[in-house]
């Protein structure tokens, strides 16, 4: 994984992070297993099949159950560690409502989050709190065609989030600001 990873724009997990600055498509695909077809390794370059694009209209539809994964986790004061984490999504309103925990655990502790979202027109505005670290804040984003782009402002947390989703499979990216957290990355596999 990539040190701008690390240090991340998540959620949840949630425009303006590292990804609105340099476009992570190749190594997202890349970290999610995008793989190329045997006729594009004999050089018949073919592309691999696209995911549909993320619904303006209940987008949260396809996520809700469990998803679980691993990825990294950032300190302020520049330690890394590798997480494991379990994530379940509730899913209401007919997929423009979502209820979202996240638990991970590293060596060095844990951190667990609890979102609520709602989306209406292609934009998304909620809630979002850290349960562990103590902060938490309002969000607000919108749906893009990859996933959600979402910020959080709180009284003491500003944090940038970037959820990229392919099928069963999400890339999570958080940028944390005035916290003792930097960044979090997550992949999550449905199931």
């Known amino acids: 994984m990539k040190p701008a990873y690390i240090a991340l724009a998540a959620l949840l997990l949630l425009g303006t992070s590292a990804r609105a600055q340099n476009d992570p498509t190749p190594e997202a695909d890349a970290a999610i297993g995008s793989s190329e077809s045997s006729d594009a390794q004999s050089g018949d370059a ?8 993320v619904k303006k209209d209940a987008p949260f539809k396809e ?3 469990r998803w679980v994964g691993e990825g990294r986790i950032g300190m302020s004061e520049g330690k890394v560690e590798s997480v494991k984490c379990r994530a379940t999504y509730f899913v209401e309103g007919g997929g423009n409502e979502l209820r979202q925990n996240i638990r991970c655990a590293s060596s060095g502790g844990k951190v667990e989050v609890k979102s609520n979202l709602a989306a209406k027109d292609g934009q998304l505005t909620g809630t979002w709190n850290e349960l562990v670290y103590n902060f938490g804040g309002d969000l607000k984003g919108e749906v893009t065609e990859r996933g959600f782009r979402i910020s959080v402002k709180g009284g003491d947390l500003s944090a940038n989030m970037d959820v990229i989703v392919m099928n069963d499979r999400q890339v999570v990216e958080i940028q944390f600001f ?3 957290l930097r960044g979090l990355m997550l992949i999550l596999k449905k199931g």
Do not use: I, T
Request: glycine share 8%.
């Open 63 to 65: 996520l809700a159950g």
């Open 178 to 180: 005035n916290s003792s």
């Open 46 to 53: 073919k592309e691999a099949p696209r995911p549909a694009p």
